[in-house]
Structures are given as structure tokens and as C-alpha cells.
């Protein structure tokens, strides 16, 4: 499988570092998260039966990976059935492969493309420059994205680092015509219309993303807000679609649960203003040819994995990002990876593997602030804590000499094993404390262990614990003196 574009060298606290010096950064993520989460929340209070769909949702997400084989030999067939052709693809180099063939099937030189985490994962705009094809961004932010020459830092809202100023700065740089344009929105707007116009007109393929695709009808939908989606679907003569074998749901009905939970979990919307369905060809109507690209790239080995395959059920709303305080003060660029915040803290890492992403589990105050937003209920702690076990034991059985840090770990666990071991250490601690005790707590502690103390006082160990005095209470008591039946004093 190939990797995602991760960069390992640079690890998620040396490159959050960076991001915190960025004044301009914090500013501009702060204002954009809070006002997503305070729009979601409001479009939220509304449905009365929020819960009961995020529990349809996971119910449905959690039913599909299950018999997800089933469901991917129906959509397979159903897409066949209504003229389309499906392709499977293993890894990332075979996907780009199958595309870049369709592309020189027809002569194209140029493709447009509707916004696609998943083709940003295979790095097909990479691939497709080397064969002298050049990739288009249609969705305005991941243009903006794309004329900076960046990577995404937002699942939804890619630019979401910049502020309008900063774009219309990029925009008289790189497109023509532009060196009066004003930083008013709807200026901004406008010139990227004019400039995506002409491509719209003259591109012979099309590649897009999938939000959902339904096994029982072949059906693919993608909701978007521009409009710019609708044109790439509609004018080129071929369509390529692209989709991880996770997006697959089982029926058209289960489309009345998703579209209710995706949009106002994203963009705060009571329904996507662009909603866009296809199924197979039709002629005379839209594309001559579809294609539809089913891409493994690690997805079976994440479904392998009882506790991580709960991280398939995503559905790239992006919630968790606009949630998290992490996120929010780093940004996504700190991730080093397509897939940023918490979902991409618990998904990267299990595409490519820990040893390639082992300090994005650790990304996460494990507040749990992601999971109560997630209309999936996908539990992100859960998973943050099974990928840190799985970070752990890689370091330990790749290194030849254990760390002082795994010695610590295995001995403290032979102590908590033994509850004789476990009362000796307690009186042992109870002893060693007295040099430290200040004010009744702990303020400061020797060593590596001073780290946890530069933020927080620790509680002593008590001076009588739990089973100490369990067993002081079940002693029996000390009998007593037997009582005389004869008065005292003299004779009556």
C-alpha cells in the first residue's frame, strides 16, 4: 500500500509549535471554528430526535462494515447494471493508474475535479503531472488551497487558515485579470468563477469524490455548496468517481438519516444547496461514460481491527475538527496529513501504519468533546487509546534495548498484579513522601516525573488505605471484663 503524503519526520508536537507561533493563524482558526460550532449547535436544537438519528447513523455505518463484502458485490453490480464501469483498486498507485489510463484513453490534457479527500490521499494530482496532465481544482477553497501550492488544513473547509485579505493577495498573484480585485467576498468569488468558467467549458474527464454510494441501486450522491460540483458532473463526457470502499450504505432510505445528520454537522445547514445523485449513464443526459473507482488503500486492515474499525463510519463532516482544542489553536497543517484533527488523528495512523504516524494518537487532550459531536458516535478517545497501546508495543518490539520508560511500565505493572507487591509499595510511598509533602499535596516531583507536577499539585498517599482499614474493621473486638452479679457495698 502506499503511504498517505505524511510527513513522519516531522513529528505532531514539533510541527504544533510552528503553528502556535503563527498569531495570524490562531486568530483566523479561532474566529471560523467558533462560529461553525455556534451555527451547528443551533441547527441541532431544532430536530428533537437529533439522538435517535445519530443512533440510526451508527447503526447503519456499523451494519455495512460488517457485511461490508456483500454490499460492495451489489454496488459493483448495480452500477454495471445501469451502464456504469466499476474498478477496484488495492492501493493508491493502482487507483492513479486506472485513472491516468482513462485519461490518456481520451486525449485529455487537463481534468477538472470536484473536491475529494480521497484523491488528495493517493496524491493523484502528483500523478497526474507526471504524465503531462494537469489537475484542476473546482471548489473554490481547495483552489485557493491549490494556487498557494499548500496542503488542506480543514476537511470541509480547506483555506480556513486564511483570511480574505491573504486570498486576494494569492488571487493577484496568480490568476489574470485580478490586479484591481477588492477582498469584498463576493469579488473574490467572481474571479475564481471566471477563471474555473473556462474550464468548466473545455475539460473533456471529470474526477470527483464520493459522499455515498448505494449498494442497491448503484446510486452515487456528493453534496456540495458552490455549484461547481454540478458542473463537473454534468459537461465533461467522462466522470470519474473515487470511493473508498467505506462509503458504501445498502439502500436509497438510508439516504433520509445521512442527509439530515451530514449538513448540519458540517456546514450548519439544514439540507446542502447543491444535492447531487447519479446513477450509471444516460444518453443525451450528462456524461457519455462513468467510471467508478473502488479504493481499498488500508480500509480491510482498519476493518480488521475490532477496535479501530469504528473509524471507517466516518462521514468527513468534520465536526470533531471544529470541536477540538487542539484543532482549533494548531490548525491542520500541524497533522501532517490529509486527514487532519481527530478523525485524522485515529485514521492516518491506521491507513499507513503507527510506526508512520505514531505521534498523531497522541494529538488529543482525550476531552472527549469530538465523540459528543460525532453523528456517528464514532468514539475517538477510544480509538486515541487503543492506537497509543499500539504506538507503545511497536516502539518496544523495534528497539533492541528496552527504554527506561517500558522498564518503568513493565515493573509497575508485575507491582498492580500483586496485591502484596501493591501494599508494599503504598507503605513504601507513604514513607518516601514526607520529604515532598508541602502543604498537605505534591508540588513538585523528581525526575521525568516532574513533568506531570509542572501543571498540578498530587494527592499523597493516604495514610490509612482502603483495604488497611477494611481489615482494621473486621478484627474482632478485645473481650471485655466479665461483670459481677453481687452488688457492691455492704450488706443491705
Request: glycine content about 8%; overall charge positive.
Amino acid at each position: 500500500m502506499d503511504p498517505l503524503p505524511t510527513e513522519p519526520g516531522i513529528p505532531f508536537q514539533a510541527a504544533a509549535r510552528l503553528s502556535l507561533e503563527d498569531v495570524q493563524l490562531r486568530r483566523n482558526m479561532g474566529k471560523a471554528t467558533t462560529t461553525i460550532r455556534r451555527k451547528r449547535a443551533k441547527v441541532v436544537e431544532e430536530l428533537p430526535d437529533w439522538e435517535h438519528l445519530r443512533e440510526a447513523g451508527r447503526a447503519i455505518k456499523d451494519r455495512t462494515l460488517r457485511h461490508l463484502d456483500t454490499y460492495l458485490l451489489q454496488l459493483e453490480a448495480s452500477v454495471t447494471r445501469a451502464g456504469g464501469v466499476v474498478h477496484w483498486a488495492a492501493d493508491a498507485a493502482e487507483a492513479n493508474a486506472i485513472i491516468g489510463g482513462l485519461v490518456a484513453r481520451h486525449g485529455a490534457r487537463e481534468v477538472v475535479k470536484i473536491k475529494s479527500l480521497t484523491t488528495d490521499e493517493i496524491g493523484l494530482n502528483e500523478a497526474l503531472e507526471k504524465i503531462g496532465v494537469e489537475a484542476t481544482e473546482t471548489d473554490l477553497a481547495e483552489l485557493i488551497i491549490q494556487l498557494a501550492g499548500e496542503r488542506s488544513s480543514h476537511i470541509l473547509v480547506p483555506a480556513i487558515h486564511k483570511n480574505r485579505s491573504e486570498i486576494r493577495a494569492l488571487f493577484r498573484k496568480r490568476l489574470a485579470g485580478t490586479e484591481n480585485l477588492t477582498d469584498e467576498p463576493k469579488d473574490l468569488a467572481a474571479a475564481a468563477r471566471a477563471h474555473l468558467r473556462r474550464k468548466f467549458l473545455t475539460a473533456k474527464v471529470a474526477v470527483s469524490g464520493a459522499n455515498f454510494g448505494v449498494a442497491e441501486t448503484g446510486t452515487i450522491c456528493i453534496v456540495e455548496s458552490e455549484g461547481n460540483g454540478r458542473m463537473c458532473l454534468t459537461l465533461p463526457k467522462v466522470l470519474i468517481s473515487v470511493m473508498g470502499i467505506e462509503k458504501t450504505i445498502p439502500t436509497w432510505r438510508d439516504l433520509e438519516v445521512f442527509l439530515q445528520l451530514l449538513p448540519r454537522s458540517s456546514t450548519a445547514e439544514r439540507m446542502n444547496p447543491y444535492t447531487s445523485f447519479w446513477t450509471g449513464v444516460s444518453p443525451g443526459d450528462g456524461p457519455e461514460e462513468f467510471h467508478l473507482i473502488l479504493l481499498d488503500n488500508g480500509r480491510t486492515k482498519v476493518l480488521a481491527d475490532a477496535a479501530g474499525r469504528q473509524t471507517l463510519q466516518c462521514i468527513r463532516c468534520s465536526a470533531c475538527l471544529n470541536i477540538c482544542p487542539v484543532y482549533e489553536r494548531t490548525g491542520g497543517h500541524a497533522y501532517t496529513s490529509v486527514y487532519p484533527g481527530p478523525i485524522g488523528a485515529i485514521l492516518t495512523p491506521q491507513l499507513v501504519g503507527v510506526e508512520n504516524a505514531s505521534s498523531l494518537p497522541f494529538a488529543s487532550s482525550l476531552c472527549g468533546a469530538c465523540y459528543e459531536v460525532c453523528p456517528v458516535k464514532i468514539n475517538i478517545p477510544e480509538v486515541l487509546l487503543h492506537l497509543r497501546g499500539e504506538v507503545v508495543r511497536h516502539k518496544q518490539d523495534n528497539h533492541l534495548m528496552p527504554s527506561g520508560e517500558s522498564i518503568a511500565m513493565k515493573s509497575l505493572g508485575r507491582v498492580f498484579a500483586s496485591p502484596g507487591l501493591f501494599e508494599r509499595a503504598q507503605r513504601m510511598g507513604r514513607f518516601g513522601q514526607r520529604f515532598m509533602l508541602k502543604g498537605g499535596v505534591i508540588t513538585s516531583l523528581p525526575g521525568q516525573l516532574g513533568g506531570w507536577t509542572t501543571v498540578r499539585d498530587v494527592f499523597p498517599v493516604a495514610d490509612q488505605t482502603f483495604r488497611e482499614w477494611w481489615r482494621a474493621r473486621k478484627k474482632p473486638a478485645a473481650p471485655s471484663s466479665p461483670k459481677s452479679d453481687s452488688p457492691k457495698g455492704g450488706d443491705s
